[in-house]
Each structure stands twice: as C-alpha cells, then as structure tokens.
C-alpha cells in the first residue's frame, strides 16, 4: 500500500486531470446573491427570463416585481435576518420572490410543495418563518394554511398564475375552470401577489447585506435521518456558481457548439425543482448568472404520457442546458414518443443526487446529440463538489469527476473521520471548499459531527463513500449507512444495481440489505425491479443473470418485481423506504 499523499499536494503539484481550459483559484465577489438579478438587469434589461406558457417576462420586468416584494416584506415589519418561506414548484413567481425576499434582507426558506400540512409545518417551525408564499392552487393552498397553525407564521401570500400566462389562454382558462385556484381563503391572513405587484413601488429598501451571511435555509432530503436546515451564505452560492461556470465548457469534436456557457443565449429548462439545491443552483441562479431563459416547468412529469409536456417545452423554446436526476433521463430516453420530438438544441447536460448509468448516458446521448457528463455536491455544499470533465475524452463513466476549484476532496476514515487514508482505499469523503455550509440551523452538535479539520481547513463530512484515484477522479461506493453486510463482506448498493441496470428488461433497480433470520446482524441483497413496458420476466431470472456478472455476497437472493419504487421530489430512489417496508414485513424492528 502507498503511503498517504497529502491532496493539497495532489491538487497544487501534480494536478489532477484538469482540463485546460480551468482556473485551479478563482476570484469570488463579496456581494450580496441578489446582485446577480440586477447586474442582468442593468446589462440586458429586455432579455427575456422567466418564461411560462407561453409568456415571458424580462430581466427589467422580474428586477423590478422582486423590488416590490422587498419593499413590501419590510412594510410588513419582515426585518434582516426574518426567515420567508417559499412553498412553490417551478413557476414565474419564485426569481422575483427569491430575490425580493433576499433584498429584504430576510433568509430564504426553500419548501417541497409536495409537502404535506405536517412536514411543512414542522419546517416552518424549525425555521421560525414568518411569511410564506404559496401557489394558488387546490392542494397547495389549503395545505399551507393548515401547515401554519402553532407557527410564528402570520400572513400567507397567495400566488395566482393568471397574471403570468397569455390574457387569451388566461380568459379561456378561467371560463373552463383551468386554472388552478384554492378552494378557500382565510382572509384575516392572506395576501395576494398580484395585488402586491400592484400597490407596491420597485423601490427595495437601502439595507446592508452581508455576503457572509446566511441567504437561504434548505433542508436535507431526510433519507437518512431527521431532516436539518443547511445554512447556505451569499457566498457559498455565489461560489459555486463561478466555480461552475469554469468548469463547464463543451469540446468541438463532441458537440455542433462548442465552448463555455454563452451570456444572453442559453435556455434554461426548470425541470428540477428550485427548493432542492440542484435544481436552484445549477438552474435558477446559473440562469440569472448568464441572462439566460428560464422556462418554468411546475412537474416535469406532466403529460399524457408521462412527461410529455417537458418534452414539448424542450423543443418549443430550444432548451440548450439541462440539469436532472437519472430516473428523469431515463423516463426520457424510455418516452414511447420520443421520435416524435426535436431535441437537438439540447448541448450540455448535468446528471447528480444519483448514480448515472454509463448506458442511460449512452442512449440519452444518441436521441439528443447532447454532452452528459455526471457530477457530485450536497446540500450542504450548495450543491457542487465534482463535475466529470465535460468532454467524451476525459469523462469517466461510473465516476463522479474531479474536485472543482478551490475544491479539496479527502478520504478519510469512516469510524472517526479523523484521519486521512491512502488513494485508492475506499473511505468516507470529506470536502473543503468556499461551496461548503455555514452549518445547520440551530443544531451545533449536528454541525460539529460533520466537520473535521486538517491542516488548518474546515472540512465537510459527506456521509458518502468511495475512494480518489492518481488522477483525482473520485468514485462513490455508496452511503455509509447503506452499506450491506454480508458474512463480513461489505455490498455496496450503487455497485449492484449498476450491473443490474445493464440487463435489458429492468427499467429501474434499488437494493437492500436484509438481516437473516437466524443472524439479523448478517444480510443478504434484495432487489427491487421495475421493468420497462411490454416486457415479461421473472425473479429467478434475474438472479440467475447476475449469478454469471457479481460476486456471491454480492448477488441478490431475493427479487421483487414492482410497478414502481419510492422517490424523493428530486429523484432519490428511497432504499431508506424499502428497508423500512421489509423490515415490518419480516417482523424485524425498523433501524
């Protein structure tokens, strides 16, 4: 075994597979996150951004509506530091309420608007908010309402679409009963966002901003856990969005047109969801960065069939970068209609929370002529840590890439996270970096069990394992609770499941670990199939499949075949969920 090379000496002396074009130390302004909006403003005021249906308001247009919504918070006694809640999928209203929010010197609180009454009350009080925006709707409304009792939450600001879309769509809609709408309001604490646009001056108020400070509160995915508010500053997402625009930039010997991110000519299509990380970074924010378009896609399942409506959004606009999680490229790839569909504007293409699949890439690839090219973050690392090289020539399938700039990735031990292991040996990884969280709200013991420090660096503990290799590709093993023993030997799901990815009737695979019956602290795989449409097959057939591709310890015993399995609103397939079910089923206590 070769002894422990130092990573700053990996990174600064010999230098990781870098491409050429990256700056290893870049250059970050200490400014407030908003200032991006009204720099995009003052330079390309009649760009078009927020788009929807149809309709698009320009950079001018969404400058001036988040003024109006800073001026009125602090009418409304919002002072700095105040948290807003915003409770919205991918509509028009959330730059300007994001960033009004922020002018208002409040922090931003992102919330899943597939939330229940019950999880969004427990984060409206974690946070303490004291306003929340929320889409007028017949879900949303309602839940929001009943998610505010025993809150600090005082005024509910009610977001109605028909100001956004065509006044002829806008008409025929509300004739027909289209549009969506609450079935009640409760008056004494409801305000709408239309009469605020209204009644309000862009005039934002004169406050001093600390770039330091926290700008947004989103909550981790809680698969794992209790979910945490991850304190997020200006300049941790600032950060991460040049240390971005750095690294991306396409080859010509892979793409039609080659080079960075163009300022003013990129289409941005929101088929994440902005309250996750991914989703707000590498779209919202990175859209606001470059003045591009951004078209809003409230669910990108939407359509008859599935997903439909995202398709038909990526051809009429000409989308060019698009961010999502695997499931969705493969429900892509795998669109009964996909033929029907001019996809070839699309050119750089980001996959993340998940494992990609080298064949899923492959085929996503060969439909749309686009580069796929798979990364790593967190959002405790707001979210990017990793991109591949973002050319078919340096990319490694199966790998997450290389550190970014002024990113440090370490290896350390997954018992005490103390100290630092060899290059190739697998371990837990630790991040350093300007990307790299406050802290989590109000949970200081949370905090300092996930931080370590070396060589006089704050480093993130990432839960994640998997190991570095000479040229500075990192590679993920898998979850360090999700780790599968087997007489001793550990399984990793992501491995497993990528080979069983491969075979060409499973759709979507997840796997388990299962305590024996007569030794629960030993485990066996279960795997879970979905398969793809028309196809026919068996358990046994997969496992005698794998009995010529894994290791025995390795192989799945069992096998299941569902319909579907669990995902998070971001597209984490929920091993946490099928552990749970099983574990009930078998008359095992849940972990």
């Not at 929010?101 to 409206?124: F, H, I």
């Not at 629960?520 to 199939?529: G, L, T, W, Y």
Request: glycine share 8%; charged share 25%.
């Amino acid at each position: 075994m070769r002894d422990v090379i130092s990573m700053e000496e990996l990174y600064w002396q010999n230098g990781p597979k870098w491409p050429k074009h990256v700056t290893k130390t870049l250059e970050y302004p200490e400014e407030p996150l908003f200032t991006m909006l009204d720099r995009a403003a003052e330079k390309s005021p009649d760009l078009p951004y927020a788009t929807f249906m149809g309709k698009s308001k320009t950079f001018a247009e969404v400058r001036e509506d988040a003024d109006r919504i800073a001026n009125f918070l602090v009418s409304q006694g919002i002072k700095q530091g105040d948290r807003v809640a915003i409770f919205l999928p991918n509509v028009p209203h959330y730059p300007p309420v994001f960033f009004g929010s922020l002018k208002a010197g409040a922090k931003v609180v992102t919330c899943n608007p597939l939330y229940k009454a019950r999880e969004l009350n427990y984060q409206l009080k974690d946070t303490g908010a004291k306003l929340v925006f929320v889409l007028d709707h017949p879900t949303f409304t309602p839940t929001c309402y009943e998610a505010i009792k025993d809150t600090d939450v005082t005024q509910v600001v009610v977001c109605g679409i028909g100001s956004f879309i065509p006044k002829v769509k806008a008409v025929l809609g509300s004739l027909l009963g289209k549009l969506p709408k609450s079935p009640h309001y409760e008056m004494d604490k409801t305000i709408f966002y239309d009469d605020i646009i209204k009644q309000y001056d862009p005039k934002p108020p004169k406050l001093e901003v600390d770039p330091h400070d926290t700008a947004i509160l989103i909550y981790t995915g809680g698969t794992t856990g209790v979910p945490k508010g991850a304190e997020l500053t200006h300049m941790n997402l600032i950060s991460n969005i040049i240390q971005i625009s750095e690294w991306v930039s396409l080859n010509e010997e892979d793409v039609d047109e080659p080079g960075p991110i163009r300022y003013g000519k990129e289409v941005f299509v929101g088929a994440l969801p902005w309250y996750h990380s991914y989703g707000l970074t590498l779209t919202m924010l990175l859209s606001t960065w470059f003045a591009g378009k951004l078209v809003c896609i409230p669910d990108p399942r939407a359509g008859k069939p599935p997903l439909s409506d995202l398709l038909h959004n990526l051809e009429k606009y000409r989308g060019t970068i698009l961010n999502c999680v695997p499931a969705l490229y493969a429900a892509i790839v795998n669109h009964p209609h996909i033929n029907k569909y001019d996809l070839t504007s699309i050119k750089i293409c980001s996959s993340g929370a998940a494992p990609l699949p080298p064949e899923l890439a492959k085929s996503f690839e060969e439909v749309t002529g686009a580069l796929l090219f798979e990364g790593y973050g967190l959002t405790e690392t707001s979210p990017v840590t990793h991109i591949n090289p973002t050319n078919k020539r340096d990319r490694k399938f199966g790998s997450i890439g290389i550190p970014i700039s002024d990113t440090i990735c370490k290896i350390v031990d997954p018992e005490t996270g103390t100290k630092e292991l060899p290059l190739g040996e697998k371990g837990e990884i630790a991040i350093h970096g300007p990307q790299v969280m406050k802290g989590y709200w109000n949970r200081p013991e949370e905090t300092a069990n996930v931080m370590r420090e070396f060589n006089g660096k704050r480093f993130f503990l990432t839960g994640d394992i998997g190991y570095m290799d000479e040229f500075g590709y990192t590679y993920i093993s898998d979850r360090k609770k999700q780790m599968i023993n087997v007489g001793g030997l550990k399984a990793y799901p992501r491995e497993i499941e990528d080979v069983l990815f491969e075979h060409p009737k499973i759709k979507m695979a997840a796997v388990i670990g299962v305590p024996r019956d007569n030794d629960p602290s030993n485990e066996f795989v279960k795997a879970f199939i979905v398969l793809k449409d028309g196809v026919e097959a068996t358990p046994e057939e997969f496992i005698e499949w794998a009995r010529e591709r894994m290791a025995g310890y390795k192989r799945p015993r069992e096998v299941e075949i569902v319909d579907e399995l669990p995902m998070s609103a971001v597209g984490k397939v929920l091993r946490r969920v099928l552990r749970e079910k099983e574990l009930k089923a078998r008359g095992f206590e849940s972990d």
